[in-house]
């Protein structure tokens, strides 16, 4: 079966850094574009951070600058590091795989001073 298990959150004062990490079993992981996506409570789950197979990347404007996407494909592994965090990055940080597209159960930043 497919799993994504994330982890790295917490809280952290505003212009600190955090990183995620999301460690996949059950898909071809080298074959998969990888996606981190946030929802904030009361919110539409928006898109962060995608990287493909072949390594290409696309951010949401709001993280361009700040946010790096990178994958370990030896460790089946998919990274957000996250420096200089801003209030309004709070929210619950989701890993998504697209083939078979897979939800991981989320993983809380919270960004206040």
């Known amino acids: 079966q497919v799993q994504l298990v994330e982890s790295g959150g917490g809280l952290v004062q505003p212009g600190g850094s955090l990183r995620l990490s999301c460690t996949a079993s059950?898909?071809?992981?080298?074959?998969?574009?990888m996606g981190w996506y946030r929802q904030a409570p009361g919110k539409q789950r928006e898109l962060v951070a995608v990287v493909s197979s072949s390594g290409s990347t696309n951010y949401a404007d709001s993280v361009k600058g700040r946010f790096t996407i990178s994958r370990n494909n030896a460790k089946n592994t998919v990274y957000l590091q996250m420096n200089s965090l801003r209030p309004e990055d709070t929210a619950v940080y989701y890993c998504h795989s697209t083939v078979p597209s897979y939800w991981g159960q989320g993983t809380q930043v919270t960004v206040s001073s």
């Open positions: 059950g898909i071809i992981f080298s074959f998969n574009s």
